[in-house]
């Protein structure tokens, strides 16, 4: 069971703009840098944003993240159908120990 | 280039042993934070152990007790030693390098599949 929550699926048209939205509490996410990754079908998580909102050498601006309290929210402009993945939210939970925590995935589909 | 490569997945008994590997190219596993994520069949990601450039070790409490991270310098290979295995432990598991300031993962390897199953 994840502390950290996620849509369970969100799409839109090619071109279009998607949020993904991370809840979590002031254990995690209120006091913990956020990472995101991407999950391309039957491959390995990749990293795409880390410390809120910096970006990984190669990976495009169309992706950036945010943070705003206890959420945080990644957002992808420009969708693409290579974008077609599964996305999570990660860090810190200071109730656990050395508690790395994930979300819990979203589906991003292009129709 | 960056890579990691892991290795040791395969089918095993409820009760039984597995060691994994994660071998490391274009940096030093000694030098760095080093980590195991584990992602069921159709799941979310997981945390699982990891091993601090000084030594220090962590598990998620679904593990402690039962699985043991090492590494080998001389190899520049991490490892995972599970025993008692249980059928919740079906996993695919990813190896990944963690920052050792801030918690996030990058890279990871392509991931080995451990089945437990009778």
């Known amino acids: 069971q994840s502390v950290l929550t996620q849509p369970p699926s969100v799409s839109a048209a090619p071109g279009q703009k998607v949020t993904i939205s991370c809840s979590g509490s002031?254990?995690?996410?209120?006091?913990?840098?956020v990472s995101w990754y991407q999950q391309l079908p039957g491959t390995a998580p990749k990293l795409l944003i880390y410390?809120?909102?910096k970006r990984p050498s190669g990976i495009p601006d169309r992706f950036s993240g945010s943070k705003s309290g206890t959420s945080a929210t990644l957002g992808i402009t420009g969708l693409q159908t290579g974008d077609e993945a599964d996305y999570y939210c990660?860090?810190?939970?200071?109730?656990?120990?050395?508690?790395?925590?994930f979300g819990t995935g979203t589906k991003v589909t292009v129709l | 280039e960056v890579q990691l490569v892991e290795s040791g997945g395969g089918l095993v008994q409820p009760g039984g042993s597995l060691r994994l590997s994660c071998a490391a190219s274009?940096?030093?596993?000694?030098?760095?934070?080093m980590s195991w994520v584990r992602q069921a069949p159709g799941k979310g990601l997981e945390w699982v152990s990891v091993?601090?450039?000084?030594?220090?070790?962590y598990y998620a409490d679904s593990v402690k007790g039962r699985f043991t991270i090492s590494r080998d310098n001389s190899k520049n290979t991490l490892y995972l030693q599970m025993n008692s295995l249980r059928a919740e432990d079906t996993a695919v598991y990813y190896c990944?390098?963690?920052?050792?300031?801030?918690?996030?993962?990058?890279?990871w390897g392509q991931g080995t599949l451990v089945t437990v199953s009778s």
């Open positions: 990944a390098r963690r920052d050792s300031r801030e918690h996030w993962f990058d890279p």
């Open positions: 002031s254990s995690n996410i209120g006091n913990n840098y």
């Open positions: 990660g860090t810190w939970d200071s109730s656990l120990s050395a508690g790395e925590v």
């Open positions: 410390d809120n909102n």
């Open positions: 274009g940096f030093t596993v000694s030098s760095n934070y």
């Open positions: 091993i601090y450039s000084g030594g220090s070790t």
